[in-house]
């Protein structure tokens, strides 16, 4: 199907275990986000990717790591979980058309808890 | 630095009773504002962009219009299908296609 796909859905981890989150796109759009969404803060970005091999940080980069290795997927890793990483991690992608950009299109959310 | 902030944070309405909702934002250079809907336990979906000052979009009970330091939000007749979390969203001009959220309106349309 075409979209953005985020994995798992729901991930629960302990504090100090590395865990990876997920993301795929279907629409080879250059552009890809990873936000956190937590209550009192909105959507705050983490990291974004530009193409393939770039990547660079966002306003809460701290515990986290991004690659992207092919245009379709951007993964991200905490590398130590920590508790205040507990939140809803939301996926995005968008394109830049020559005349406008696109606008972002989102995945469906992943929902982690670190106890 | 970039800032949004929307307001109300919660708005509940009665269905048919027309309101706003705004967004205050702080941008070095106005790329682009951008508005969605969310509801709960989904990702964001796109309502609506604006490029510049005077500019309006609609859609069914949905207008954004846009201002040189704030966009409303208007809902005309509300029903409660349009009960959502509402999210404004800008770009800078050097922004590197980056989108800065405010906090969002939860809003509550009762039938």
């Known amino acids: 199907d075409a979209g953005i796909t985020q994995s798992p859905r729901y991930k629960i981890t302990e504090t100090g275990r590395q865990v990876t989150l997920m993301c795929h796109q279907t629409?080879?759009?250059?552009?890809m986000f990873w936000y956190r969404q937590d209550l009192g803060h909105g959507l705050r970005l983490i990291y974004y990717?530009?193409?393939?091999?770039?990547?660079d940080k966002g306003e809460v980069p701290d515990g986290y790591v991004v690659s992207r290795s092919k245009t379709e997927n951007f993964p991200l890793t905490l590398e130590s979980a920590t508790r205040s990483q507990t939140s809803v991690y939301f996926c995005?992608?968008?394109?830049?058309?020559?005349?406008?950009?696109?606008?972002?299109?989102f995945g469906q959310g992943t929902r982690l808890t670190v106890v | 630095e970039d800032q949004v902030t929307q307001s109300p944070e919660a708005l509940r309405l009665q269905e048919g009773e027309s309101s706003s909702l705004n967004c205050s934002y702080t941008?070095?250079?106005?790329?682009?504002l951008f508005w969605y809907r969310q509801d709960p336990g989904k990702g964001p979906e796109f309502l609506f962009t604006?490029?510049?000052a005077g500019e309006e979009k609609e859609k069914e009970r949905l207008k954004a219009t846009l201002t040189k330091k704030e966009s409303f939000l208007h809902i005309t007749a509300p029903k409660p299908e349009d009960s959502a979390t509402y999210l404004c969203?800008?770009?800078?001009?050097?922004?590197?296609?980056?989108?800065?959220f405010g906090q969002g309106t939860r809003l509550t349309i009762n039938p």
């Open positions: 995005a992608s968008r394109t830049w058309t020559g005349i406008g950009n696109t606008e972002a299109f």
């Open positions: 969203a800008v770009q800078a001009i050097q922004g590197a296609q980056k989108l800065v």
């Open positions: 604006l490029y510049s």
């Open positions: 629409w080879s759009h250059s552009y």
């Open positions: 941008v070095s250079g106005l790329r682009g």
């Open positions: 990717s530009a193409a393939a091999d770039i990547t």
